[in-house]
């Protein structure tokens, strides 16, 4: 007779722990990710921010990831983005234009860096070897990609555009024209270096520290901002927030991007602000 008493008594609380731990646990799997479009260049530095940003605050985050000229016609097309992490800096801003994106919004997170690359270590990179390179050169496809852009406008500044015209391979992004020279189907190129440092981090081969830091090279402003229909602006401010704290931008500055300090970051916070009011 205990024993059977004592049974429906052990079953209730197993359930009440149960409920209690699904209700515990209800709120974070509960709130529907953010979908936040990334240029090709940030991906693997976004994958890393995500990870991060779930680790602090449970959320989760899905990443859409193309050439930023792509990801922006995807948006004014209608696509569910809620937050924008673009390799140009006139996207985000033609988005605020539009009353497309939140003005009080718009950050820089980041400073791209564009260097001259191959895969084979034997191959002396200089400014040297820009002027004179005889064969096929990789660059993203400016139409779409500003690192590609500024890959162009470096070889027209230095007055050597025209004898590339018929040799340039374009990538569709970034990463494509990564993979061009690291598969060795084309020997040299322009991307960003922070493709480099995170191949180089990952490996740790040689060839990825092979590469020339262009010297006056075009800046590639990454700015962000959040899309004004986007279903959460509560987890997208928390996104922005994170990706512009110093802890992200002192991982950024380590996968070969130029970080924002505290101090830029204060001053646009408060010309947002003024924005806002």
């Known amino acids: 007779m205990v024993l059977v008493n004592k049974a429906p008594s052990l ?8 409920t209690l731990v699904t209700t515990v646990l209800k709120p974070v799997h509960a709130v529907a990710p ?7 260049n940030f991906l693997v530095p976004a994958r890393h921010l995500v990870n991060q940003f779930k680790l602090e605050t449970g959320y989760d985050v899905v990443l859409i990831s193309g050439a ?14 809620d937050v924008f992490l673009s390799a140009d800096s ?18 820089t997170y980041a400073e791209g860096q564009l260097v001259l690359w191959s895969g084979n270590s034997a191959l ?4 040297h070897t820009v002027a004179t390179w005889p064969h096929r050169l990789a ?23 025209d004898s590339y015209q018929h040799r340039l391979i374009k990538a569709n992004n970034v990463n494509q024209a990564f993979q061009f020279i690291d598969s060795g189907n084309v020997q040299l190129g322009m991307i960003p270096l922070s493709l480099l440092k995170v191949a180089y981090q990952k490996s740790k081969a040689q060839k990825y520290l092979h590469y020339y830091p262009l010297p006056n090279k075009p800046k590639i402003i990454q700015q962000m901002v959040i899309l004004s229909r986007a279903q959460n602006k509560l987890m997208a401010w928390k996104w922005l927030n994170f990706v512009t704290s110093e802890k992200a931008q002192q ?8 970080a924002q300090t505290s101090q830029q970051i204060a001053q646009q916070r408060v010309h947002n602000m003024q924005l806002k009011q």
């Open 11 to 18: 079953f209730i609380y197993v359930f009440l722990l149960l």
């Open 90 to 107: 006139k996207l985000p801003q033609q988005l605020v234009k539009d009353d497309m994106a939140l003005p009080e919004s718009l950050y």
């Open 68 to 81: 930023s000229g792509n990801l922006y016609t995807q948006m004014i097309k209608g696509a569910p983005i």
């Open 34 to 40: 953010i979908h936040v479009a990334v240029a090709s």
């Open 124 to 127: 002396q990179l200089n400014q």
């Open 139 to 161: 660059i993203a496809n400016p139409r779409f990609a500003p690192y590609g852009a500024a890959a162009l406008e470096y070889l027209s500044a230095h007055d050597v555009l």
């Open 251 to 258: 991982y950024l500055a380590s996968v070969g991007y130029i």
